[in-house]
């Protein structure tokens, strides 16, 4: 059967920016799986989506005017019920048929065919049963096609719809936006379908102010972006727009020999509200720049969506790119109309950060305790207390009492800026404000440094507290909120994590790791005043499976994590030798049937009452080949501690493969479970120690398969 390309465009008011992306692809790609799923499209066929501020659009490859007729065999009824003595078909029969409009089959049987239609038995796999089998006619185009729409348009993520009343007067329909024109193309010819009030043609609009036409009327399905673009003055694409506007902003950035910042979202939403790119360079005065350039960078990216330009070493200039929607000849308004909206925005900025440094972050200390932080924990003072007691505590462990006195420090002030005008206004910059305060204070520069730290890593690949002191108040401040959090049973739930305990715990954990902190999760469970059994429980296995989690994101197989964290080690930082130790121990020849033999082990002690006591009476050793795997522990055991005991987890593993031979003869040639009491608990107690010898570094039991 023949195919051709189909186009749908639904012409919509402006959609919302900041998932008109996810808006696109979801219309796109549910499309093409509902034809499939109707077997007008192929699983060859290919979908394009397009996305612009005012228009959802899918072209699909290879799609027919009409689905193929296919076979349909449907069960009917037990033979029992359907058929009587005499094999005649019963009135039960009869009614089916006649149900399903194939009642002249009855009457052909037991040689029931007419046409493609049949009647047949078959078992059903307990008893045999009538079927009818019949071929259905394929769905057409426009049915087909008018089905997966409303599909997609259902499917959307649309977070709130409205309710807008259609140019009948009467009819009202419900959708993101509302909707005025349908575009539906096979090839050339319009199918003719509807949704939303509208009835498809091929007639779309381009550029509000910038298309040579203001009406587009598209040829065929292939030539729909090209003509949006030459006609109607639109980049249909998403990806073609954002790569558009991201060449112009390098070109107009280095016609200034300067870099525009880098911020994926904000390209992102820049693309989401614009048809034609233009990208124009403007300026803001000079002495806006004594303000902080953070402050000035979020402004221009938060409120105006402008793209600072930074120099050869990444500091802030006065100037910044603009892109507009138009194109003109003569874009000096535009450029100006730009430069005076900003200007407004910086001095608000410069006028708060004046403001902010009239009284020093130790001064709005008290404020803390009138602003409440969640009504069973108390107020952000009385959490101040908490993160600085802890962190403290930890400056005291890793740096002694002069470390202690600064984490204490920092942690008391790295609060504080929540009570300025800067960060009321700009919530993000809580903790970056307060470093450029405590500096304005006369902090130290390692108090300052904590203070904009605290809140690091605040995302998956954010840099780690540059400094000791910030390290201790970062881990204090996270792992207080998870004791806290924990503490009044406020856990993550699903997809809903409101007081993002995730990335608190992912951020303690590479904190531990990556700077390798001689801490244990037990010791700072109790630092964090955590006495409640059940909590901390719940909390080691929080942190423990976010532990997980991001070692599989890293690249270890499941095996190797599963065998390291499966001990649960309390020093998070000895996990990358743990696991580099595991993986050359899994590529010795004995690993396999070493793993093996511990599996067994393990599951011999579980099975026995009570503990059994890991020693061995030399005197009640018989067999041979207990004695030799008694010889062979004697030996391999201390050597394997030793190692471990110095760190080298790689050496402790490997002195086990020596363990491979007289651990396989043992279970070939003894039996443990042997009716005399003493002789069964010694052999046990020969298994307990062969189990704590091999389960030091990691669970070798996970790696066998």
Known sequence: MSTKNLLIELFVEELPPKVLKKLGDVFANTLLKS???????????????????????????????????????????????????????????????AKIGRESLADKWPNAVDGSDQLFVQSDGKADAVYSRSMAKGASLQVGLEAALGEALAALPIPKVMSYQLADGWSSVNFVRPAHKLVALHGADVVPIAALGLTAGRETQGHRFEAAN?????????????????????????????????????????????????????LDEVTALVERPNVLTCRFEQEFLDVPQECLILTMKAN??????????????????????????????????????????????????????????????????????HNKLGT????????????????????????????????????????????????????IMGRYYALHAGEPAEAADAIEDHNKPRFAGDELPRGNVGLCVALADKLQTLADMFGIGQLPTGDKDPFALRRHALGMIRMLIERDLPLDLVWLFQAAK???????????????????????????????????????????????????????????????????????????LKKVDGTVAVRVDVALLGEAAEIALNKALATVKPQSDAAFERGDYAASLQALAALKAPVDDFFDAVMVNVEDAGLRANRLGLLATLHQAMNRVADLSRLSA
Do not use: W
């Open 35 to 97: 034809l499939q799923g109707r077997e007008l499209a192929s699983n060859g066929s290919v979908v394009t989506g397009y996305a612009s501020p005012r228009r959802l659009a899918a072209h699909i490859t290879g799609v027919l005017g009409t689905a193929p007729d296919r076979e349909v065999v449907e069960k009917l009824m037990p033979v029992t019920v359907a058929i009587d003595a005499n094999n005649k078909p019963t009135d039960a029969l009869r009614k089916r048929l």
């Open 214 to 266: 203001p009406i587009v009327t598209i040829r065929d399905a292939d030539s729909y972006a090209q003509q949006l673009e030459n006609e109607g003055a639109v980049i249909a694409g998403f990806a073609a727009r954002r790569a558009e506007i991201e060449r112009q902003l390098k070109a107009a950035a280095a016609k200034e020999s300067l870099t525009p910042i880098e911020d994926d979202a904000l």
């Open 304 to 373: 105006q969506k402008y793209f600072p330009l930074l120099d050869a070493a990444g500091k802030l200039t006065n100037k910044f790119l603009v892109v507009s929607n138009i194109r003109p000849a003569d874009a000096s308004a535009v450029i100006g109309g730009n430069e005076r909206v900003v200007r407004p925005r910086l001095a608000d900025a410069k006028f708060f950060f004046d403001q902010d440094r009239k009284k020093s972050l130790m001064d709005r200390i008290p404020g803390l305790a009138k602003v409440v932080y």
């Open 380 to 431: 952000q003072g009385e959490r101040v207390e908490r993160v600085a007691a802890l962190a403290r505590a930890i400056g005291e462990k890793l740096g002694g009492e002069a470390l202690a006195n600064q984490a204490d420090r920092a942690a008391v002030l790295a609060k504080a800026d929540l009570l300025t005008d800067m960060v009321g206004e700009f919530p993000e910059l809580q903790g």
């Open 530 to 604: 955590l006495i409640d059994a059940k909590v901390v429980e719940q909390l080691s296995e929080f942190v423990y499976e976010r532990l997980a989690g991001s070692l599989r994101e890293q690249g270890y197989s499941a095996l190797e994590v599963d065998a390291v964290v499966g001990l649960r080690p309390q020093r998070l930082g000895d996990i990358p030798k743990r696991l580099a130790a595991v993986r050359v121990f899994a590529a010795l020849p004995e690993a396999a049937s070493l793993a093996a033999a511990n599996k067994r082990v393990g599951n011999i």
